[in-house]
């Protein structure tokens, strides 16, 4: 059966470590190096670590691990837990010191499901990194998506669970693979517009009762060999532009949806349009693969 992930796309390796009865986890990915990232946040309620080393006005560096992780701010711990098994292998950014690992991280919050008083550490980061491999990913409530939500906009009755979601989209000569932590206030749909949680086609409901935290993660990864932040900054958006026709509403003060982009390989004059937009189909695809990957959603 052909592989459908982003582990499609070669070199990229996915791991899981999942708490299933507290309900939370860590999603770890990592890529070939070297290569070039970009993040773009969009919600109004992020939560990140080293995100600032993909800023503008920083030469790019190579990112050693991606870390999603469960347990809110708590959750950042984990990434501590993957920077030492990577410090163990001596990779990093070179300096006189040693190499020094870039590992960027962002939490989901799902304090919400399972057990509140049990969050993502070290141990959890390290036990994902661990367990990577490039076949087919685990998709619905693993790692990060352990404890995620959906739907909660329209009060606590039509919530249900979410979980990850992944998909991949074939060009000619390039790859492009997305991987989603759906974990979103709003309604799901699919690109076509099919309601995927019940909500109206419209989406033109207001909020019942007050609204829940919390925040859905992207990363898309290419071997186009993309090397212009700025390129890599338009496909960010056209993954957002996924978000907003996928999840409504989405990009709320109770969302801390960011997307990575990561670039690797040496492909000669990649179609940048192409790419771009296959970065909104891949994460439209990703989005509704994490829904039919938890078909009883239901909390």
């Excluded at 969050?119 to 995620?148: C, F, K, N, Q």
């Excluded at 932590?181 to 109206?200: K, R």
């Amino acid at each position: 059966m052909e592989n459908e992930t982003i582990t499609a796309v070669p070199g990229v390796a996915v791991g899981h470590s999942t708490d299933a009865e507290a309900a939370t986890g860590v999603t770890v990915l990592t890529f070939p190096e070297p290569n070039v990232a970009i993040v773009d946040v969009r919600g109004g309620a992020p939560g990140t670590r080293e995100t600032d080393a993909l800023g503008s006005a920083i030469k790019p560096v190579t990112v050693n691990a991606l870390v999603f992780s469960g347990g809110s701010a708590f959750g950042l711990a984990a990434a501590d837990g993957v920077t030492a098994e990577i410090e163990k292998e001596g990779r990093g950014a070179p300096t006189p010191w040693g190499p020094v690992p870039i590992v960027l991280s962002a939490i989901v919050f799902d304090l919400m499901t399972g057990d509140v008083a049990r969050r993502p550490g070290p141990e959890d980061g390290a036990t994902a990194y661990l367990a990577r491999i490039e076949d087919p990913a685990a998709l619905g409530r693993v790692g990060a998506g352990s404890g995620t939500t959906v739907a909660g906009w329209r009060g606590p009755d039509s919530m249900r669970y979410g979980g990850v979601g992944s998909a991949v989209v074939r060009l000619e000569n390039e790859t492009v693979g997305a991987l989603v932590v759906l974990n979103a206030v709003g309604d799901v749909f699919s690109l076509e517009g099919q309601p995927l949680t019940g909500g109206l086609h419209a989406s033109m409901e207001m909020p019942v009762g007050p609204m829940p935290e919390n925040t859905t993660l992207v990363c898309i990864a290419t071997d186009a060999g993309v090397g212009d932040r700025n390129e890599l900054r338009r496909m960010a958006i056209r993954a957002h532009d996924a978000l907003g026709a996928c999840i409504r509403p989405t990009h709320t003060r109770y969302d801390g949806d960011s997307t990575f982009v990561v670039s690797f390989g040496d492909q000669p004059d990649p179609n940048i349009d192409m790419i771009q937009q296959a970065a909104f189909v891949v994460v439209g695809r990703a989005i509704e693969s994490a829904i039919n990957s938890v078909p009883d959603g239901a909390l």
